[in-house]
């Protein structure tokens, strides 16, 4: 029957959208998933009460599918004939229906809180199998390892310490204490997981978001506690003469366990957001629609987390056993070395944060180091970054990781056979190497098989326009210079100094700079909502060429902000424009800062 005969209907249409969303609502309630996505081609005159079925049905598989209810709904809209229509007839209909989806995607955001959850008791877990084991080590006469385990929960809090310190500089006596106090009775992970999961808002004065707080914390984590706890504890398993070997196993498990779960909800948490996929969408976006993609996607990205971090502690303690700090300080070290020349032949030393002179170089050398130590050791996806170690630099750690780990078993195994022969075999169960070479070999391909495997999976399983992410060899610099010769509108391209100025500045600056001439009296004169105080701050003197236009740009706000950063600490300097581009840490040196740092 034709909607035409069905006046009620009509009216709900035409005459009362707000009826017809209640109308969604109710229907969506009690109608599942289609299977595939449905077929509903007739105009708006045309619709029967079929066909608003069908229309809901595939309203509920785009929100399914797609990676937020607005993207869902663009697509829903620009699909279907008759909600374009109406969408073209009723101007507050998509944002209408926006908040309609945000309604049906309750449960969806509930089970991303549980993941919330999950991962910051999988961290405070971590920590007290770390503390379980530590006293086992002193009980067992092991001092060696009692003291490495205590040494790298202390690190882990004190990293998290000076976070949580310039986080809240701003903040009153009470308020600072009581986030030392969420530090040092380790519950930290649960309280950051808490904000998150409650949508706290980004209060003003502190660097960071929650979010980016929370990812900050769990890098801290993972450099500080998780890599030395899964090396001390592999150590421990691979030596016959310790008693904790069953101990020591359940914590290394759950040491690895936690460490691939980290990686992989910070790697998926990034490709999800909206807000990352709107910014680059040529990176962000290899996860699939469809659940069984998805599925894979996740268990691939745990997977490889996990078998590397495996492969990486055991070649360690392997190379260890067969050389001493000297081999570990050759294989290890000529990676880092490897890594930081490939970034200085290419331009790309700086982080992209605009911070200058000393400063800079603290923060870039940190960056780095902490960049590459998290992507060796856990294969975390992000790190693919061209701003981290790049797509081309990931997949071949990844060759370096398997590579390292067979000449490490193989070199093992050449050991004891020549110990054998000289008659000197090793006695398991004392001190010294406890696993016999066949084992460690065996254990060690299982390891490296895995990981090739999860590799493969996950870009079978991954939408495969973004393959090409793990081989690219575009630089920070490159993509910050995409930011102003790639997009067209003026907020977009102004992202350019929301970076350091030395990755672009060298290639587009006569661009940069006669964009600025044309379209800074228009902005000042229209004051368009995002040029704001803090945006005008970020533009340097010298790419401003008209005096005039200069002295409209320094109010009596701007240079108040160009004041407090020139006052601020190198963390501090980063608080006002973190919120700006939505990252871990983000702001403009001052013009003065860098004028001093280029002479």
């Given at each position: ?31 599942g998933t289609p299977a595939s996505e449905p077929v509903c081609d007739v105009a ?26 607005e993207d869902a709904v663009a697509r829903f809209i620009e699909t279907y004939k008759a909600i374009k229509e109406l ?513």
């Open positions: 029957m034709r909607m035409s005969s069905r006046p009620p209907m009509v009216k709900k249409i035409q005459d009362n959208i707000e009826l017809v969303i209640e109308f969604y609502t109710i229907l969506a309630s009690t109608r708006l005159d045309a619709m029967t009460g079929r066909d608003l079925t069908t229309l809901v049905g595939a309203l509920n598989y785009m929100l399914k599918y797609e990676a937020n209810e969408n073209a007839a009723y101007p507050s209909f998509e944002k209408s229906l926006q908040e309609l989806s945000k309604r049906l995607l309750a449960d969806k955001q509930k089970w991303a809180k549980v993941k919330l959850f999950v991962a910051a008791a999988l961290s405070m877990g971590d920590l007290f199998t770390d503390i379980m084991m530590m006293i086992q080590f002193f009980g067992m006469k092991e001092p060696g390892y009692a003291w490495a385990t205590l040494a790298s929960i202390l690190a882990n809090l004190f990293l998290q310490a000076i976070l949580v310190h310039f986080q809240n500089r701003t903040f009153p006596l009470r308020t600072r204490i009581w986030e030392q106090v969420y530090v040092w009775t380790m519950v930290k992970p649960g309280v950051d997981a808490w904000r998150v999961a409650s949508e706290t808002e980004h209060e003003a004065g502190k660097v960071v978001d929650p979010y980016m707080e929370m990812v900050i914390t769990k890098s801290c984590e993972i450099v500080a506690e998780s890599v030395p706890g899964a090396l001390i504890q592999m150590s421990a398993i691979v030596r016959a003469g310790s008693k904790t070997t069953r101990a020591a196993l359940f914590s290394f498990v759950f040491c690895i366990f936690t460490t691939a779960f980290t990686s992989t909800i910070v790697s998926w948490d990034f490709d999800v957001s909206k807000e990352k996929r709107k910014e680059l969408p040529s990176f962000y976006g290899y996860i699939p629609r469809n659940l069984i993609g998805k599925a894979k996607t996740f268990l691939s990205l745990f997977a490889l987390a996990a078998f590397n971090l495996l492969v990486r502690t055991y070649a360690c303690i392997l190379f260890y056993m067969e050389g001493g700090l000297t081999v570990i300080s050759i294989v290890f070290g000529g990676e880092m070395l490897l890594f930081l020349l490939i970034k200085a032949l290419r331009r790309d030393l700086w982080y992209w944060v605009p911070l200058y002179g000393f400063g800079g170089c603290m923060v870039s050398a940190f960056a780095r180091g902490f960049g590459k130590i998290i992507m060796d050791w856990t294969a975390m996806v992000q790190m693919r970054h061209p701003h981290d170690v790049g797509g081309a630099y990931f997949t071949f750690s990844l060759f370096v990781t398997i590579t390292g780990g067979i000449i490490a078993a193989l070199g093992y195994e050449k050991k004891v056979l020549e110990e054998v022969l000289e008659g000197d075999e090793i006695n398991r169960g004392s001190e010294g190497v406890g696993l016999e070479e066949s084992t460690v070999v065996t254990t060690m391909v299982i390891a490296c098989v895995g990981t090739i495997l999860s590799f493969v999976t996950l870009l079978l399983s991954m939408n495969k326009e973004y393959v090409h992410t793990f081989i690219g060899t575009k630089t920070s610099d490159k993509v910050i210079q995409e930011y102003f010769t790639d997009f067209e509108e003026d907020a977009n391209r102004f992202e350019v100094f929301n970076c350091n100025r030395y990755k672009w500045e060298y290639k587009i600056r006569p661009q940069v700079k006669s964009w600025l001439d044309e379209r800074l009296p228009i902005w000042l004169e229209d004051e368009p909502e995002w040029f704001d105080d803090l945006k005008k701050s970020l533009i340097p003197d010298d790419c401003v060429s008209d005096p005039a236009i200069l002295v409209r740009l320094r109010t009596n706000n701007v240079k108040a902000i160009l004041e407090e950063r020139r006052r601020s600490s190198v963390l501090g300097i980063l608080t006002s424009s973190a919120a700006v581009h939505g990252e871990v840490v983000n702001s403009g040196g001052s013009v003065e800062e860098q004028q001093e740092a280029k002479e």
